[in-house]
């Protein structure tokens, strides 16, 4: 694979740093950088066909409608969804879940019931089931991660009971990096009929996921952790679960006929939907989907596997540093503490030389409590990094610790 030509095709790495070093990345898992194909797809539609979507005649709008459901399409395809009526645009995967909690859950949850979760969530995939359990008196139970950084499945059996109304559990740990075994854990939850949200913000940049054979009834992701543009992003639902729920908004492109007592509903996904889009978002969201469609599959699963042992292996090397969780079911991101150095004035350190890595809780602040630290440095890669960056990383470390020290 020849990454200098993928790295080639974003342009923010041909401008120095403000220290006038090489630009180092490695905070993919926060957001990605963009290739010239999605800048390009975004300045078109304003520069060249700028027009609203689904609602005029005239050839910009009829071509920008046309494109809009092409990309709904490829997310489609991409997915294995079964078909374009379960595929709603949303302004990311935080926006889904909250969607699916207010929208889903809300009406068929009462007090007593219980909603499943795993120690290692994002807050965006806690505080909305939080919430909804403080308004309906219903209990979060949650999945304790066992110190490999592993869910405990025996535990999701032992829990499994006609009180769940449902189980919301990430792809992938954005801090641990760890992928979880979702095919085990929707088939335990099936079994007893408990639908299951899956929240794959942390996935779809190196993994590709087929909800078909998965059989979630949710899987959310945002587009800017996909090389697209921030602010848009996909709820799959199957078509029962989204037809059963109400309109997530009220207002225009959802209506059939409207009347000053009542208003009838458009079919999925119009229904789910109201509102003007994000045109320009879902325009570069389809153009970062070309381009990952564009890199051979196998080829960045070994690129990204490699750079992730690599780094693993030169990481340890630092005396002092410990990694959070195991090796296995590894996605290109770790997460580490380093000896007597607290993680934002490392972070602050390697940005000196050109490096951006993330420090902080990472949005999990109950994972942090279960490993007890308050907070931990995580370097995640994308198809555009290399070795040369992970050695860039080790040496900025040793730098570090005989900085403070
Ligand atoms: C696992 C996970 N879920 C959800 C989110 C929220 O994504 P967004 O901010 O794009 O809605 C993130 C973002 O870091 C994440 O890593």
New binding site residues.
């Given amino acids: 694979m020849d990454i200098s030509q993928i790295k080639s095709q974003f342009p923010i790495f041909r401008q120095p740093t403000p220290k006038g070093n090489d630009f180092v990345y490695l905070d993919n898992?926060?957001t990605s950088q963009k290739p010239q194909c999605v800048i390009d797809a975004i300045t078109r539609y304003y520069s060249e066909e700028y027009s609203t979507v689904g609602r005029g005649a005239y050839w910009p709008a009829s071509i920008n409608t046309a494109r809009v459901n092409e990309v709904r399409s490829k997310v489609k395809t991409f997915l294995n969804a079964a078909s374009e009526r379960e595929i709603v645009f949303t302004s990311?995967?935080?926006?889904g879940i909250n969607k699916v909690a207010r929208n889903f859950l809300a009406p068929r949850l009462t007090a007593g019931d219980h909603i499943i979760i795993s120690e290692a969530e994002?807050h965006?995939?806690l505080i909305p089931w939080q919430q909804l359990c403080l308004e309906k008196g219903a209990e979060l139970k949650v999945i304790p991660v066992l110190e490999s950084g592993v869910l405990d499945e025996s535990w999701l059996a032992s829990h499994l009971n006609d009180k769940v109304k449902l189980l919301a559990v990430?792809a992938c740990s954005?801090v641990l990096g760890i992928k979880n075994d979702l095919n085990s854990m929707i088939s335990l939850a099936h079994e007893k009929g408990i639908p299951v949200l899956v929240?794959a913000?942390?996935t779809l940049c190196h993994d590709r996921v087929d909800v078909m054979s998965l059989n979630c009834d949710f899987l959310l992701f945002?587009a800017?952790?996909m090389f697209g543009p921030t602010g848009v992003?996909v709820l799959y639902g199957k078509a029962q679960c989204l037809e059963q729920m109400k309109p997530f908004n009220y207002g225009g492109g959802i209506v059939k006929e409207v009347t000053m007592q009542g208003s009838s509903f458009q079919d999925l996904p119009a229904k789910h939907e109201a509102g003007t889009a994000n045109i320009s978002g879902i325009l570069g969201m389809g153009a970062a989907l070309d381009f990952i469609l564009s890199l051979d599959e196998k080829e960045t699963a070994a690129h990204l596997s490699d750079l992730t042992s690599y780094a693993l292996d030169r990481l340890e090397s630092i005396e002092g540093l410990k990694i959070m969780g195991g090796k296995d079911h590894k996605a290109p991101l770790i997460s580490f503490t380093l000896d007597g150095i607290h993680p934002h004035d490392i972070s602050t350190f390697l940005s000196e030389e050109g490096i951006c890595v993330r420090a902080g809780h990472h949005?999990a602040q109950p994972l942090m409590h279960r490993f007890q630290i308050p907070a931990s440095i995580r370097a995640s890669f994308a198809v555009y990094n290399d070795r040369k960056d992970i050695d860039r990383l080790y040496e900025a470390l040793l730098k570090t610790q005989s900085f403070f020290l």
């Fill in positions: 898992a926060a990311g995967t935080t926006d994002h965006a995939n990430s954005n929240d913000a942390q945002s800017h952790k992003g949005c």
